[in-house]
């Protein structure tokens, strides 16, 4: 069976993405406890963090959702 299947879990794929920008900004031990925490299978976990390659495009609803938005201006304090 191929490494990449078919996404048919769009629950565990929103997970599996949050895990992936938590990793981006924190570090493997916080996106692992994430997942974990959210039941990813471990077999999913082991693949999205010690491949990286193998890890599927997010999906463009999952790009708008996982979308940094900065906060607005802090007013000046005059």
């Known amino acids: 069976m ?6 048919t879990d769009i629950h565990t794929a ?4 949050r ?3 938590i ?4 570090d493997p031990v916080v996106a692992r406890k ?10 999913v976990i082991e ?3 010690d491949y990286p390659t ?3 495009m997010p999906s463009a609803e999952q790009l708008r959702s996982e979308a940094i938005t900065p906060f607005p201006p802090a ?3 005059d």
């Open 75 to 77: 007013p000046d304090d």
């Open 14 to 17: 929103n997970v599996v993405m």
């Open 34 to 43: 994430y997942m974990e925490y959210k039941h990813v299978p471990a077999h």
């Open 2 to 7: 191929s490494e990449r299947q078919k996404r």
């Open 54 to 56: 193998l890890r599927r």
């Open 23 to 26: 990793l981006l900004v924190r």
């Open 47 to 49: 693949r999205v963090l």
């Open 19 to 21: 895990g992936v920008n």
